[in-house]
Protein backbone atom coordinates (compact mmCIF):
# COMPACT_ATOMS: atom_id res chain seq x y z
CA UNK A 1 0.00 0.00 0.00
CA UNK A 2 2.70 2.45 1.24
CA UNK A 3 4.57 1.64 -2.18
CA UNK A 4 1.24 2.68 -4.44
CA UNK A 5 1.27 5.61 -2.34
CA UNK A 6 4.92 6.93 -2.93
CA UNK A 7 4.22 5.71 -6.75
CA UNK A 8 0.86 8.41 -6.74
CA UNK A 9 2.94 10.65 -5.24
CA UNK A 10 4.81 11.01 -8.00
CA UNK A 11 2.77 10.61 -11.04
CA UNK A 12 0.60 13.50 -9.47
CA UNK A 13 3.97 15.56 -9.11
CA UNK A 14 4.36 14.75 -13.01
CA UNK A 15 1.31 15.41 -14.12
CA UNK A 16 1.18 19.27 -11.97
CA UNK A 17 4.40 19.91 -13.36
CA UNK A 18 3.25 18.92 -17.22
CA UNK A 19 -0.05 21.02 -16.54
CA UNK A 20 2.47 23.84 -15.63
CA UNK A 21 1.65 24.12 -12.13
CA UNK A 22 4.66 23.03 -10.45
CA UNK A 23 7.83 24.01 -12.31
CA UNK A 24 10.74 21.39 -12.48
CA UNK A 25 11.95 22.50 -8.79
CA UNK A 26 8.46 22.25 -7.47
CA UNK A 27 7.44 18.93 -8.72
CA UNK A 28 10.50 17.09 -7.12
CA UNK A 29 10.36 19.25 -3.89
CA UNK A 30 6.65 18.01 -3.82
CA UNK A 31 7.63 14.56 -4.19
CA UNK A 32 9.90 15.11 -0.97
CA UNK A 33 6.78 16.85 0.65
CA UNK A 34 4.42 13.75 -0.47
CA UNK A 35 6.70 10.93 0.60
CA UNK A 36 6.87 12.43 4.08
CA UNK A 37 3.63 13.17 4.26
CA UNK A 38 2.47 9.25 3.11
CA UNK A 39 4.91 7.96 5.37
CA UNK A 40 3.59 10.00 8.14
CA UNK A 41 0.09 10.44 7.74
CA UNK A 42 -1.04 7.78 4.59
CA UNK A 43 -3.66 7.98 2.33
CA UNK A 44 -5.73 10.04 4.37
CA UNK A 45 -3.21 12.83 4.91
CA UNK A 46 -2.35 12.57 1.07
CA UNK A 47 -5.83 13.62 0.38
CA UNK A 48 -5.66 16.66 2.67
CA UNK A 49 -2.52 17.54 0.81
CA UNK A 50 -4.32 16.97 -2.77
CA UNK A 51 -7.35 18.89 -1.65
CA UNK A 52 -5.38 21.75 -0.77
CA UNK A 53 -3.65 21.50 -3.93
CA UNK A 54 -6.24 20.51 -6.31
CA UNK A 55 -8.48 23.46 -5.10
CA UNK A 56 -6.07 26.17 -5.12
CA UNK A 57 -5.09 25.41 -8.26
CA UNK A 58 -7.99 25.85 -9.87
CA UNK A 59 -9.07 29.19 -8.17
CA UNK A 60 -5.75 30.46 -9.33
CA UNK A 61 -6.35 29.30 -13.15
CA UNK A 62 -10.49 30.05 -13.09
CA UNK A 63 -9.72 33.49 -11.26
CA UNK A 64 -6.33 34.52 -12.86
CA UNK A 65 -6.75 38.15 -13.22
CA UNK A 66 -3.80 41.17 -13.67
CA UNK A 67 -5.12 42.43 -10.62
CA UNK A 68 -2.70 42.80 -8.00
CA UNK A 69 0.38 41.93 -10.56
CA UNK A 70 2.56 44.62 -9.45
CA UNK A 71 3.35 42.72 -5.76
CA UNK A 72 3.96 39.36 -6.62
CA UNK A 73 7.75 38.35 -6.88
CA UNK A 74 6.80 35.04 -8.68
CA UNK A 75 4.79 33.67 -11.60
CA UNK A 76 1.36 30.70 -11.31
CA UNK A 77 4.05 28.00 -11.38
CA UNK A 78 4.71 26.96 -7.65
CA UNK A 79 8.87 26.86 -7.70
CA UNK A 80 10.59 24.68 -4.59
CA UNK A 81 10.15 27.19 -1.86
CA UNK A 82 6.68 27.84 -2.51
CA UNK A 83 5.99 24.28 -1.99
CA UNK A 84 7.88 24.29 1.03
CA UNK A 85 5.96 27.36 2.50
CA UNK A 86 3.02 25.83 1.90
CA UNK A 87 3.20 22.03 2.59
CA UNK A 88 7.07 22.35 4.62
CA UNK A 89 5.72 22.36 8.35
CA UNK A 90 2.30 20.10 7.07
CA UNK A 91 5.43 17.22 6.24
CA UNK A 92 7.61 17.66 9.25
CA UNK A 93 4.65 17.39 11.13
CA UNK A 94 3.97 13.91 9.32
CA UNK A 95 7.43 12.91 9.69
CA UNK A 96 7.26 13.64 13.77
CA UNK A 97 4.10 11.81 13.72
CA UNK A 98 5.23 8.76 11.78
CA UNK A 99 7.72 8.13 14.65
CA UNK A 100 5.50 9.30 17.96
CA UNK A 101 1.31 8.62 16.43
CA UNK A 102 -0.65 11.47 18.26
CA UNK A 103 -4.07 12.80 17.45
CA UNK A 104 -2.68 16.80 18.23
CA UNK A 105 -0.09 15.93 15.76
CA UNK A 106 -2.99 15.40 13.23
CA UNK A 107 -4.22 18.33 14.15
CA UNK A 108 -1.25 20.55 13.91
CA UNK A 109 -0.91 18.61 10.02
CA UNK A 110 -4.82 19.21 9.14
CA UNK A 111 -4.41 22.86 10.84
CA UNK A 112 -1.30 23.75 8.62
CA UNK A 113 -3.32 22.94 5.51
CA UNK A 114 -5.91 24.56 6.49
CA UNK A 115 -4.50 27.50 7.15
CA UNK A 116 -2.51 27.33 3.66
CA UNK A 117 -5.81 27.10 1.76
CA UNK A 118 -7.05 29.58 3.33
CA UNK A 119 -4.75 32.17 2.56
CA UNK A 120 -4.89 30.94 -0.85
CA UNK A 121 -8.45 31.13 -1.17
CA UNK A 122 -8.40 34.73 0.47
CA UNK A 123 -5.96 36.00 -1.96
CA UNK A 124 -7.63 34.56 -5.11
CA UNK A 125 -11.52 35.04 -4.40
CA UNK A 126 -10.75 38.22 -2.68
CA UNK A 127 -8.92 39.56 -6.27
CA UNK A 128 -12.76 39.56 -7.11
CA UNK A 129 -14.13 42.08 -4.69
CA UNK A 130 -15.36 45.13 -6.27
CA UNK A 131 -14.56 47.42 -3.34
CA UNK A 132 -11.05 48.52 -2.91
CA UNK A 133 -9.16 46.73 0.21
CA UNK A 134 -8.41 48.39 2.87
CA UNK A 135 -5.17 47.58 5.26
CA UNK A 136 -5.35 45.37 7.92
CA UNK A 137 -3.17 47.84 10.34
CA UNK A 138 -4.32 51.12 9.12
CA UNK A 139 -7.94 50.52 7.33
CA UNK A 140 -7.20 52.90 4.61
CA UNK A 141 -8.06 51.61 0.83
CA UNK A 142 -5.06 50.35 -0.55
CA UNK A 143 -4.44 48.63 -4.36
CA UNK A 144 -5.27 45.32 -4.64
CA UNK A 145 -2.78 42.67 -4.21
CA UNK A 146 -1.02 44.79 -1.25
CA UNK A 147 0.59 43.40 1.24
CA UNK A 148 -1.79 43.22 4.20
CA UNK A 149 -4.83 43.97 2.30
CA UNK A 150 -8.43 42.62 3.20
CA UNK A 151 -11.23 42.47 1.85
CA UNK A 152 -14.61 40.71 3.56
CA UNK A 153 -15.36 38.54 -0.15
CA UNK A 154 -11.71 37.63 1.11
CA UNK A 155 -12.01 36.97 4.21
CA UNK A 156 -15.00 34.85 4.21
CA UNK A 157 -13.56 33.07 1.19
CA UNK A 158 -10.45 32.77 3.64
CA UNK A 159 -13.22 30.93 6.33
CA UNK A 160 -14.40 28.54 3.47
CA UNK A 161 -11.16 27.29 2.70
CA UNK A 162 -10.11 26.31 5.82
CA UNK A 163 -12.91 24.68 6.34
CA UNK A 164 -13.01 22.49 2.96
CA UNK A 165 -9.41 21.02 4.39
CA UNK A 166 -10.90 20.54 8.24
CA UNK A 167 -13.68 18.40 7.34
CA UNK A 168 -10.38 16.47 5.71
CA UNK A 169 -10.13 15.15 9.21
CA UNK A 170 -12.23 12.49 8.84
CA UNK A 171 -9.90 10.71 6.23
CA UNK A 172 -7.73 10.56 8.85
CA UNK A 173 -9.30 9.70 12.11
CA UNK A 174 -12.72 8.60 10.70
CA UNK A 175 -13.17 6.22 13.75
CA UNK A 176 -14.21 8.56 16.78
CA UNK A 177 -17.54 10.40 15.56
CA UNK A 178 -17.32 12.47 18.84
CA UNK A 179 -13.51 13.92 18.05
CA UNK A 180 -14.44 15.30 14.91
CA UNK A 181 -16.85 17.74 15.40
CA UNK A 182 -15.15 20.27 17.92
CA UNK A 183 -12.07 19.85 16.69
CA UNK A 184 -12.84 20.26 12.93
CA UNK A 185 -14.30 23.35 14.15
CA UNK A 186 -10.86 24.36 16.19
CA UNK A 187 -8.76 23.78 13.43
CA UNK A 188 -11.14 25.98 10.77
CA UNK A 189 -10.45 29.07 13.92
CA UNK A 190 -6.98 27.83 13.64
CA UNK A 191 -6.95 27.31 9.35
CA UNK A 192 -8.13 31.36 9.86
CA UNK A 193 -5.87 32.47 12.43
CA UNK A 194 -3.00 31.12 10.63
CA UNK A 195 -4.63 33.63 7.31
CA UNK A 196 -4.81 36.78 10.19
CA UNK A 197 -1.06 35.49 10.82
CA UNK A 198 -0.46 36.04 7.13
CA UNK A 199 -2.22 38.97 6.51
CA UNK A 200 -0.50 40.87 9.76
CA UNK A 201 3.07 39.26 8.80
CA UNK A 202 2.81 40.84 5.08
CA UNK A 203 1.99 44.18 6.49
CA UNK A 204 4.43 44.81 9.08
CA UNK A 205 7.65 42.41 8.60
CA UNK A 206 7.10 41.21 4.96
CA UNK A 207 9.87 43.43 2.67
CA UNK A 208 8.81 45.85 -0.36
CA UNK A 209 10.45 47.69 -2.60
CA UNK A 210 9.09 50.73 -5.21
CA UNK A 211 9.62 50.61 -8.61
CA UNK A 212 11.47 54.24 -9.31
CA UNK A 213 10.82 54.10 -13.11
CA UNK A 214 6.73 53.58 -12.36
CA UNK A 215 6.31 53.85 -9.05
CA UNK A 216 5.02 50.45 -8.04
CA UNK A 217 4.82 48.86 -5.16
CA UNK A 218 6.69 44.84 -5.65
CA UNK A 219 8.59 42.21 -3.94
CA UNK A 220 11.31 42.37 -7.03
CA UNK A 221 14.16 43.50 -6.87
CA UNK A 222 14.53 44.20 -10.66
CA UNK A 223 11.48 46.26 -12.37
CA UNK A 224 10.99 47.82 -15.66
CA UNK A 225 14.77 46.71 -16.03
CA UNK A 226 15.60 48.63 -12.89
CA UNK A 227 16.97 47.43 -9.61
CA UNK A 228 14.22 48.87 -7.34
CA UNK A 229 14.34 50.65 -3.88
CA UNK A 230 13.72 49.19 -0.28
CA UNK A 231 10.22 50.52 1.22
CA UNK A 232 9.62 48.56 4.07
CA UNK A 233 9.63 45.16 5.74
CA UNK A 234 13.21 42.83 6.35
CA UNK A 235 15.00 42.08 2.98
CA UNK A 236 15.05 38.26 4.05
CA UNK A 237 10.97 38.39 4.56
CA UNK A 238 9.89 37.58 1.52
CA UNK A 239 6.06 35.95 0.88
CA UNK A 240 7.15 32.39 1.27
CA UNK A 241 8.81 33.14 4.43
CA UNK A 242 5.63 34.59 5.62
CA UNK A 243 3.25 31.85 3.87
CA UNK A 244 5.37 29.23 6.02
CA UNK A 245 4.52 31.19 9.28
CA UNK A 246 0.97 30.94 8.40
CA UNK A 247 1.01 27.10 8.04
CA UNK A 248 3.43 27.03 11.41
CA UNK A 249 0.92 29.71 13.23
CA UNK A 250 -2.14 27.42 11.98
CA UNK A 251 -0.44 24.47 13.04
CA UNK A 252 0.26 25.67 16.61
CA UNK A 253 -3.62 26.58 16.92
CA UNK A 254 -4.60 23.47 16.17
CA UNK A 255 -2.38 21.67 18.21
CA UNK A 256 -3.38 23.97 21.04
CA UNK A 257 -7.15 23.29 20.30
CA UNK A 258 -6.71 19.60 20.31
CA UNK A 259 -4.87 19.79 23.55
CA UNK A 260 -7.67 21.67 25.43
CA UNK A 261 -10.56 19.77 23.48
CA UNK A 262 -9.23 16.53 24.11
Given at each position: ???????????????????????????LTSILVGFSIALGMGLGGLIILALFFVSSSALS??????????????????????????????????????????????????????????????????????????????????????????????????????????????????????????????????????????????????????????????????????????????????????????????????????????
Open positions: MTVLLYIGVVLLAVAAYKLKKLSKSGASIFRTNSGAAVEAKGSKRDAMQVLANGGVAAIIALLHAMEPSITYQAAFIASLAAANSDTWASEIGKLSKSRPFHVLTFKRVEAGTSGAVTLLGTLSAVAGSAVIACGALFVHSEAVEWQFPLICGIIVAGFVGNIADTVFGATIQVTYTCEICGESTEKQLHCQEETVHKSGLTWVTNDTVNALCTLMGAVTGAGFSYMIL
